[in-house]
């Protein structure tokens, strides 16, 4: 009797044990088979952090554009990549069946390919894959893939930062943003964008540092709305390819002088332009002879 009480406890024992042991490899297997949005950096891919490196050499699927498939090319060797998947925030959320005309086809080819994205990730997920969609810069700041962390949120996906083409300028400025001569507020904003509130007029109210992201800005217009609330004097600068050593470019001049400056140039698709006295100020004061 006394035997046959031992071996049901013993057999009770090896249940539990095995239970938790099975337990423990299920959990590990949902810790290691994740989502990631991966930030790679602005310009040259040195830039990249050592995080970044490590969940990419993690990921058994890569999402990211062809560029960035290109330039980081020792990292991605072996790695089944997807390079037909980039930016695909148009028409995220919204209801095709409101559209017309060329809107809503846009709007549905839109939602095909959100859909077959959505569904690769899972099917691989589902097969205890990781996956990592890699964006340039900073993945959440002005980056292109954000919708997807909504559309996967159950899936608890994980964002690792990347350095900000905002980052690199500042280096490239050597200067301390937030120190000027009246201010040490920083306003970081992008051109005017149809229904938005928060117009480059409104902001510049403020008089505070402004830090603009263009894209395919008409820059006139923009120094225009500038002019309104900032004196001609304001320094200003321009950041041209911010990140990469061999072609990033400073131009230094004010409100007033900018425009002669760079009116035989053709400027970048995408340009930081810095406004505000912290570009000059200096905590070195000369003395009066």
């Given at each position: ?143 292109p893939c ?58 510049s109210r ?67 332009l810095y ?15």
């Open positions: 009797m006394r035997k046959t009480k031992t071996a049901y406890w013993l057999s009770v024992t090896i249940a539990i044990l095995f239970l938790l042991v099975f337990a423990q490899v299920v959990t590990l297997a949902q810790e290691k088979t994740k989502f990631y949005l991966v930030g790679v950096g602005p310009g040259d891919p040195d830039l990249i952090t050592l995080r970044a490196v490590n969940i990419i050499k993690e990921a058994d699927l890569i999402f990211c554009h062809k560029r960035i498939k290109d330039k980081f090319a020792a990292y991605l060797k072996g790695k089944k990549i997807f390079n037909k998947y980039w930016r695909l925030f148009p028409y995220y959320g919204e209801d095709c069946s409101k559209l017309e005309g060329k809107q809503r086809r846009e709007c549905e080819k839109y939602h095909r390919k959100q859909n077959e994205f959505v569904e690769k990730v899972r099917k691989a997920i589902a097969q205890g894959k990781t996956v990592a969609m890699l964006d340039n810069g900073d993945a959440l700041m002005y980056g954000s919708w997807c962390l909504e559309e996967l949120e159950d899936l608890n996906p994980v964002v690792v930062p990347g350095l900000s083409s905002f980052n690199a300028a500042n280096a490239a400025l050597r200067k301390d943003v937030p120190e000027g001569e009246h201010t040490k507020s920083i306003i970081i904003t992008a051109d005017d964008w149809p229904g938005k509130t928060d117009t480059i007029v409104n902001l403020h008089q505070a540092t402004m830090v603009i992201f263009t894209m395919k800005a008409e820059f006139e217009d923009l120094l225009k709305k500038l002019s309104i609330n900032y004196p001609p004097e304001t320094p200003v600068a321009i950041v041209e390819y911010a990140g990469y050593a061999e072609k990033e470019r400073v131009i230094r001049a004010t409100l007033g002088t900018i425009l002669d400056k760079v009116k035989n140039e053709k400027l970048p698709f995408e340009y930081l406004v505000g006295d912290f570009l000059t100020y200096t905590k070195k004061k000369v003395e009066k002879e």
